[in-house]
């Protein structure tokens, strides 16, 4: 048996999530019956972490093994030869045997994308979130910038009920169902095309995260919360205390990192 | 009444083309529906020409008359506020009596994009044609060149019975069922990011035209038509002496021109 690795990048628009699940079309569920159809083996690809319906992937990572010895630039091109024109296999490589996508990952980057005002082109709109509001940047970036650092983030998290079972990347050395996460970077940027976009990276990231920041950030930006009122939704621990979950179709999981090169 | 004149984009992935049909979702029936919710009435609105299933616009553009008076800016932000986000009015405005989107019509500009080779982003590929082949772009180039000027345009026409309801911009001093057009200017481009890109203004285009042009040019780039072969393939006056016709998903209707400014 060998361990791979295949980093891959979806349009999430047509999928209910990475997850597979019986009778929906999913990232996980077309990648697995893309190998059988390649290899004649289908194992369930572990990706690095959940995507939820209408999340879009730059560099999600997945791993997963085969009997089959077959050169990686020729399962990356039958894989691409095979899947929706939706999902493409970007990188394809055979592991440390120990690798696993979601285990073996140190940290993610996500970014979320917002068009601001009215005229959005239609081939735009299905990767961004239109926002009417009037938005103050500075505002956001220092709620931004008061995320940086280890905190417990169950005010940001979905109320599920197993929010352990909805988390990823969580580090083994530490309890599964804490909301403790460490965020390394947390800024907006403004590219000269007039979109407004918040990257992140973390050790991990709790179900809805990303999408709760940026629904509190907007808050925030439209003077709904106080400009310093991060600290103290964080310390509320609660849910309630921050703002709405903004759209799918507006997040991407870009990129997911690992100790070792030759992971 | 006024005569409204539209500009709008629309994504046609989701489409079943312009054209308003029983029971499929059409852009034209969009339009015709968002009318209807805004001002309260709903004519049907004509378009400069029909695009079929899946091909996108940047530029289309309509005309249609309304009882009510509105002004253009609330009608344009009312249309787009209750439209899908997969079309978008770019621009409002009240015309000419006499202005009609097709008869008035003296001129359209059509892309075709062409990805070369593997990996194509799965955000790129429903807007671009993928193609594996070995393209000499010189030969594309001199083929596109050759259909510049007044040419019978038959053997690049879809051969349906039908031919003359489906041809777009009939100059009305022109028999409707002549498959002669003007090609003002026709190359193909490769922009920095490795695409290939071929763009065409004319006169008029007949049914599947551009996509037959661009399959004819794809033979002749890849070496199975001669280099010189496009001045006999219109000579032919035969839908079998040209290429393929190449996917929908490629073709943009990039804008319309008008004789008049104030159209």
Chains 1, 2 share one sequence.
């Not at 970007?90 to 990952?105: G, Y």
């Not at 709109?125 to 938005?135: C, G, K, R, T």
């Amino acid at each position: 048996m060998q361990n791979w690795k295949i980093t891959l990048s979806y349009d999430g628009t047509l999928f209910h999530g990475w997850q597979v699940q019986p009778g929906l079309r999913t990232v996980q569920g077309e990648l697995q019956a893309a190998l059988g159809r390649v290899v004649g083996e289908a194992p369930l690809p572990q990706g690095s972490g959940r995507t939820d319906a209408g999340v879009h992937a730059l560099g999600q990572v997945a791993s997963f093994s085969l009997a089959a010895a077959i050169p990686a630039a020729n399962l990356l091109r039958a894989l691409n030869r095979t899947l929706p024109s939706s999902i493409r296999i970007l990188a394809a490589s055979v592991a440390d045997p120990v690798f696993h996508a979601r285990h073996s990952a140190v940290a993610k980057t996500y970014e979320y994308r917002i068009f601001r005002g009215e005229g959005c082109s239609p081939f735009l709109a299905p990767y961004i979130h239109v926002s009417d509001w009037h938005l103050e940047v500075a505002r956001m970036r220092r709620a931004a910038a008061d995320v940086v650092g280890e905190h417990d983030f169950l005010s940001l998290a979905a109320s599920d009920p197993d929010l352990a079972s909805r988390s990823d990347v969580i580090p083994s050395s530490r309890d599964s169902s804490s909301a403790i996460r460490t965020i390394y970077a947390s800024d907006w940027v403004e590219p000269a095309d007039g979109r407004l976009i918040y990257r992140v990276r973390g050790n991990g990231f709790l179900h809805h995260m990303v999408r709760n920041l940026v629904g509190t950030m907007i808050e925030i930006g439209r003077g709904q919360f106080a400009e310093d009122s991060m600290p103290r939704i964080l310390q509320a621990k609660s849910r309630a205390a921050a703002g709405p979950t903004v759209p799918a179709r507006g997040l991407f999981l870009c990129s997911v990192e690992y100790p070792q090169a030759d992971y």
